[in-house]
């Protein structure tokens, strides 16, 4: 029952997910729409179990002061908070009492966990979540500036959501980013020694390529240029040919193994 | 720019620095910045699953209200009930007891991919580049024109070196024969244009990520000259000292957590 | 440890220090770094360069701003370089987003011909650039095949108007130009596949000179095309860009890009050899102390 | 009830009045009298259900006017027509009407501005009351569900009550189109199956309004197939290649002694765990940024399964951050399934895997942060990566860890092998969990690629000398060898 039906389902699906791809008839691709949107689905739930992962992790980190335990409690302000956004939207101009409703659904927040994590005063902090809990109740009762939308995406548009996304989100993606920039030099600099033949190749062929504009090797300078061009044509593109190939058996090989259930290790059997 | 806009700017341009900070080592900084990031991207991410996921699959338009409701579906597309229960099996790892039952949704979900993988791939993968490996030659321009024949990627000669180097290259994959000998040679010659198309790879790439690195200049040296009011050719009109502040505000942190660190470490030398 | 170990095993924060530096430096520093120029782009500045006044070019401007910060620099050096060198320019936009980056273009480049400025050593004066005059934008209409195809017959069947909604007829420029016949040459500089429809229905239907400007990562695929002679020229990327900047001796964005690029590539390419040359010392000595 | 039934047939009737009053925009420029200019027509023209697909779609074929390309010259592009009853034109203006009663009959609802196509239906229901709204949104739904299933019926009255439009056009110098529709019936673009079409093909100058129309075909239904034959070949390949594996592996169990080349970066799984074990430091172990839906990831949680059961039995400490939920669950289940069987259940942890956050650049900060904290002996990256590949593996040499790396993303392999200790290409990641694993079943399974790779590279070779004789010495039955490959999708 735990171990079989699993395998079964898999072998079944997946043999008629085989089928459905040679099968263009609408009825077909009926199914593999809403099969598909199974898997879109389960994905969606399972955020749920992320985002408990993530509360609960962060606050193991505080309750056993592990190095660094203080700024997760920036991470969950930071989740709860980019998800009162989502969920909210200003109906006019005025902000009306949004932001002291946001800082006592974060005090909120903050009380429960360190109700969680105390060894002592646990009333303390309950009562204080509750008074705050209230705080926001009232605010949402009383306050018509603006209101909460779980049915449609006003959350998506609302300013501070996309102040957020715009001034912490694309700023650190973009910098992480760009940090390769220095990785991609330090890790050439470390790796890039002719110890063997292999390794001279690798190294001669990121040369060519990285002389490929510079016009201080006189008549040379046009061969480095088409050389490199050479180089991203051919050899590269015989490498990636081949690893294209194959992965695309690999790939097969893993999945017909998963399907006729040879192999179960993604089910922790091997 | 109006002022709030500046001030958001400036805190991204902090967060900017602060992910900078992280190639000198990890540090108090940087940690605002991950656990920032950490927590406001979880946030986006499940947002957006509520919204684009979760809403328009199960939640069908209110406004078309079907005649009965349950578990926020409606009776235009019943069958919707499957994946929504599917979806609620995977709770069951909530508990110690019922985990098990979540293999199901899961199997389910790695049988449905696994037997879109099979087909798929092996069309794209496997199918396309073999029929593109079977092109005839381009004979008429077998050792390549101009001055830079050898070079030409369009002649016969580079064509056919492309046949070999993906010929040479899937036997280095063998896994189940020996490289030894002849077979060992060729799978020799397979490594070595794997290695040479690395490195050119690599090479290729160093520029685009140079480019990702002016493009975070060219952001701090906009959020500079809008501190000083040197941006553009139209003044600020909303413009006040307070902007300079700002700008030196975090000018003073960046100067002052860099002297930090130099006085403790020359400090941590002399000991 | 001696010096060569340290090479050797030198911390990767120096690495960075250096490379910010360097960075920071070229990026706020102005000089210039010259580019190695091939000959798929000078191709393409001779032939521009060598047409008598007055002659008339067409640039179809195809790209959105996704592609802005490879493909406007070209735009720019060229455009730039037709009109100080009297050239009239015919600008149509085949994709969607691409009339406003024509426009931005016409207007920024109007206001840089408003100085005087040596190009080259040949110093040429200021001008009023007049619509109608020294330029004619056509606007946008989708379907890029059968614009490119009717345009072949005459500009006025796919744009009886222009972009700003004066009849073809009434601008000075456009009285002497009917078709791809009165044109000197097309140079597309896009960022989508209208590269294909101008190669294949425009150059493959009329036999004008054709050149292309497309971004770095769809070079290599048009290579073929320069190869049989059905474009006389092609640009790629922001290399692309920087050469021809350099050519025209109008250096903008491409070429400030490429100052940086050049020194952090360069500081690398450094770092390696330093770290080789670290390698194999220590290697050497070390087979020489094997052998005492 | 009589009121009521006048109300309804007035709504109908006004709504249809709005269809009609739209419809100018839809008619065929009318053909000037000028003949001397006019091209050559079309000629030959045939129209097919298309091929291989779900239906909803027709093929155009014909020979191309005596004026494109020759002759005059004249022809610039071919305008492709269907005959559309006067039904099917109506369905989008209802459309609106309905979605206009929607909006109003909905909360937050406010007037459109006035002159707006909305306002023009608005003025004809703006004084009715929410009961009659709501009564005419019913009977307009209905109307239009029961205008989608008559459309058929409606297509076989040609020529009654219809007119020719535009659907496809195509540039001189082609001589084919199709016109494809969609399958959702609530889409102006909807085109029902089995229903009698008829088509012209007008030969079009660069002045619109010169042109010449073919003569009309029809009628042809559009139909959806069974089998796509265009993916014949995958087929064949997806069979062979399954009953290879199938036999090697059944060969393998009945114990077959099967030999494999050793791999470097395999090896050094097993001493990085010890090592890991001798440091006391912990192994991280990263699924990359793929979702469970992808091979890649899936192959990598069948090596997470080894690793996770030979860390159990050396009791060293594993971290497994994920980046998807799905994921996450999945490795849970997996590492606990690994230390069940090595005997450890006690050590299990649930928080062993761990959910960080589903953004790329967000969940390479938090293990960068990880890394440099916890200070693992050992990295294994094993999956799908993408550009933070080097940011990890950087990351991780800062750390001073050992690093063994797996992924079958190309652009990323050239980092991996620069930063990373042992790196698997591409294929090796699928075989690693087999060489891990070392049950024979499993390595059967390699066989079985190996004899596919040696069948692939013998196709390539004999393909390439068949399509280059094919071109030198016109055997048309050597390239219809090699089209046989082809995928058409």
């Keep these: 029952m735990k171990r079989q039906i699993p395998v079964v389902l898999v072998g079944l699906f997946g043999l008629f997910m085989i089928f459905q791809y040679f099968v263009p008839h609408e009825s077909s691709e009926w199914i593999y729409e809403f099969l598909l949107d199974w898997t879109i689905i389960i994905g969606i739930f399972a955020m749920a179990l992320g985002l408990w992962s993530l509360y609960r992790v962060s606050v193991e980190k505080i309750r056993t002061r592990k190095p660094a335990w203080g700024y997760n409690y920036l991470t969950l302000v930071g989740l709860f908070t980019m998800m009162l956004f989502g969920f909210t939207s200003q109906n006019g101009e005025a902000w009306g009492w949004f932001f002291p409703f946001m800082v006592a659904a974060n005090l909120t927040l903050v009380m429960i966990i360190q109700a969680s994590v105390t060894k002592g005063h646990r009333g303390l902090f309950l009562g204080t979540a509750g008074v705050c809990l209230a705080v926001c109740i009232v605010i949402i009762i009383f306050d018509d500036t603006w209101g909460f939308h779980f049915e449609t995406a006003e959350g998506l548009q609302s300013t501070m959501f996309r102040a957020f996304f715009d001034n912490i989100l694309i700023p650190i993606f973009a910098t992480m980013f760009s940090l390769l920039a220095f990785f991609i030099a330090s890790a050439a600099y470390r790796a890039f020694r002719a110890r063997n033949v292999m390794a001279t190749l690798l190294l001669l062929a990121a040369l060519i390529v990285m002389l490929r504009f510079n016009p201080y090797f006189g008549p040379l300078s046009p061969y480095m240029s088409k050389a490199s061009n050479w180089l991203m044509n051919v050899p590269n593109l015989a490498a990636q040919r081949a690893i294209i190939i194959g992965v695309g058996l690999g790939i097969v090989a893993t999945a017909l193994k998963v399907i006729l259930g040879i192999e179960r290790g993604y089910m922790g059997k091997g | 720019m109006d002022f709030s806009t500046f001030l958001w700017t400036t805190f991204a341009a902090f967060l900017t620095l602060a992910t900078y900070s992280f190639l000198y080592k990890d540090n108090p900084f940087y940690k605002i910045a991950e656990h920032i990031v950490t927590g406001v991207a979880a946030g986006y991410f499940a947002i957006l699953l509520w919204h684009n996921g979760l809403v328009p699959k199960l939640w069908f338009q209110r406004i078309d209200d079907g005649d009965w409701w349950w578990l926020w579906l409606n009776s235009s597309k019943p069958w919707y009930l499957i994946p929504a229960i599917l979806g609620m099996l995977m709770w069951t790892r909530f508990s110690k007891k019922y985990q098990w039952v979540s293999r199901w949704p899961m199997a389910l979900y790695i049988g449905i991919s696994a037997g879109i993988a099979v087909p798929l791939e092996m069309s794209n993968r496997v199918n396309k580049q073999l029929y593109d490996t079977m092109a005839d030659l381009n004979w008429a321009n077998f050792f390549g024109q101009g001055t830079y024949a050898m070079f030409d990627t369009t002649s016969g000669l580079s064509q056919l070196l492309i046949v070999i180097g993906v010929v040479a290259a899937l036997i280095y994959f063998f896994f189940s024969k020996a490289h030894t000998g002849l077979f060992g040679g060729v799978a020799k010659v397979g490594i070595w244009t794997l290695m040479i198309g690395f490195g050119a790879s690599f090479g290729f790439t160093v520029m685009a990520r140079i480019s990702l690195f002016i493009n975070r200049m060219q952001f701090l040296g906009g959020w500079g000259q809008e501190a000083f009011n040197a941006s553009g050719t139209t003044p600020n009109p909303n413009y006040s000292a307070w902007y300079q502040v700002f700008f030196w505000l975090l000018a003073l942190l960046v100067i002052g957590y860099a002297a930090y660190e130099i006085v403790k470490h020359l400090r941590s030398r002399k000991t | ?292 | 009830m009589k009121l009521k039934l006048f109300v309804v047939s007035l709504v109908v009737l006004l709504s249809f009045s709005i269809a009609f009053a739209q419809e100018d925009t839809l008619t065929v420029p009318p053909i000037p009298p000028d003949s001397a200019l006019l091209p050559a027509a079309v000629t030959g023209l045939v129209a097919k259900d298309t091929d291989n697909d779900h239906g909803h779609a027709i093929t155009l074929k014909w020979q191309p006017s005596a004026d494109d390309g020759a002759g005059r010259q004249s022809v610039a592009m071919y305008e492709v027509f269907r005959w559309v009853p006067d039904l099917m034109t109506r369905i989008p203006a209802l459309r609106d009407t309905l979605e206009y009663l929607k909006l109003r009959t909905g909360d937050g609802w406010s007037p459109p501005e006035p002159g707006s196509r909305t306002d023009s239906i608005h003025n004809v229901f703006a004084s009715l009351d929410d009961a009659q709204l709501e009564e005419r949104k019913e009977s307009l739904e209905q109307t239009i569900s029961q205008a989608i299933r008559d459309l058929p019926a409606a297509h076989a009255a040609y020529p009654e009550d219809g007119d020719w439009q535009q659907v496809a056009v195509a540039p001189a110098g082609s001589a084919t189109a199709a016109d494809v529709g969609t399958k959702e019936k609530d889409t102006p673009d909807y085109l029902p199956d089995y229903s009698d079409f008829y088509y012209r093909v007008d030969a079009v100058t660069a002045d619109p309004a010169i042109r010449t129309a073919s003569e009309i075909v029809g009628p042809v239904q559009s139909y959806g197939q069974w089998f796509n034959k265009g993916r014949l070949a995958v087929s064949v390949f997806v069979l062979i290649f399954g009953l290879l594996t199938i036999f090697f592996v059944q060969h393998a169990r009945r114990g077959a002694d099967l030999y494999v080349r050793p791999m470097a970066g395999i090896e050094a799984v097993d001493d990085a765990i010890g090592r890991a074990t001798e440091m006391g430091r912990p192994i991280l172990y990263v699924l990359g940024l793929g979702t469970a839906d992808m091979i890649a990831t899936i192959a990598s949680f069948t090596i997470l399964g080894r690793v996770a059961r030979r860390v159990a039995e050396y009791q060293t400490k594993l971290i497994v951050p994920a980046y998807e939920p799905v994921v996450m669950a999945v490795a849970q289940e997996v590492v606990k399934t690994a230390y069940y069987d090595a005997g450890r259940p006690d050590d299990y942890d649930e928080d062993i895997v761990f959910f960080v956050t589903s953004l790329q650049f967000a969940y390479v900060a938090a293990v960068n942060g990880l890394m440099l904290r916890e200070l693992p002996a050992t990295n294994v990256y094993m999956g799908k990566f993408f550009a933070e590949s080097l940011l990890l593996a950087e990351t991780g040499a800062v750390a001073g860890s050992i690093q063994i790396a797996g992924t079958d993303e190309i652009a990323q392999i050239p980092f991996f092998i620069v930063a990373c200790d042992y790196t698997l290409i591409g294929e090796e990641l699928y075989a690693a969990s087999a060489y891990l694993g070392r049950e024979p079943i499993l390595l059967g399974s390699l066989k079985a690629q190996d004899w596919a790779k040696a069948g692939v590279i013998a196709l390539a070779v004999a393909g390439l000398a068949l399509s280059n004789l094919a071109v030198a010495y016109d055997w048309s039955w050597a390239s219809s060898i090699v089209d046989f490959f082809r995928v058409v999708d």
């Design chain 3, 1 to 292: 440890m001696d010096i060569f170990e340290k090479l050797m095993k030198l911390d990767r924060r120096w690495v960075f220090l250096f490379l910010i530096a360097v960075c920071v430096v070229t990026y706020a520093a102005d000089f210039e770094i010259p580019v190695l120029v091939e000959p798929e782009v000078e191709a393409i500045f001779n032939f521009v360069d060598t047409l008598p006044a007055g002659a008339a070019v067409m640039i179809p401007i195809d790209y959105d701003p996704g592609s802005l910060a490879e493909l406007h620099p070209m735009t720019y050096a060229i455009v730039e370089q037709c009109w100080r060198k009297n050239l009239k320019v015919v600008f149509s936009a085949l994709s969607q987003n691409a009339p406003g980056m024509a426009d931005q273009a016409i207007r920024d480049i109007s206001d840089s011909l408003k100085v005087e400025k040596e190009y080259n050593g040949v110093v040429y004066p200021p001008r009023e650039i007049v619509n109608g005059v020294d330029y004619c934008f056509l606007g946008y209409k989708p379907y890029p095949a059968i614009i490119i195809l009717s345009m072949g017959q005459n500009f006025r069947l796919p744009f009886p108007l222009d972009y700003y909604g004066t009849p073809l007829d009434s601008l000075p420029m456009m009285r002497d130009i009917q078709n791809y016949d009165d044109l000197a040459c097309v140079i597309d500089i896009s960022g989508t596949n209208a590269t294909d429809y101008w190669i294949s229905y425009g150059q493959g239907r009329y036999g004008f000179p054709l050149a292309i400007g497309v971004t770095g990562v769809s070079t290599a695929q048009y290579y073929p095309y320069y190869g049989s002679g059905q474009i006389f020229g092609i640009m790629g990327g922001m290399l692309g860009a920087a050469q021809y900047e350099q050519l025209a001796d109008n250096p903008g964005l491409a070429k400030d890009g490429m100052r940086v690029q050049w020194s952090a590539h360069m500081m690398i390419i450094a770092f390696i050899v330093l770290g080789n040359v670290g390698y194999f010392v220590s290697r050497i000595r070390a087979r020489r102390g094997e052998r005492r």
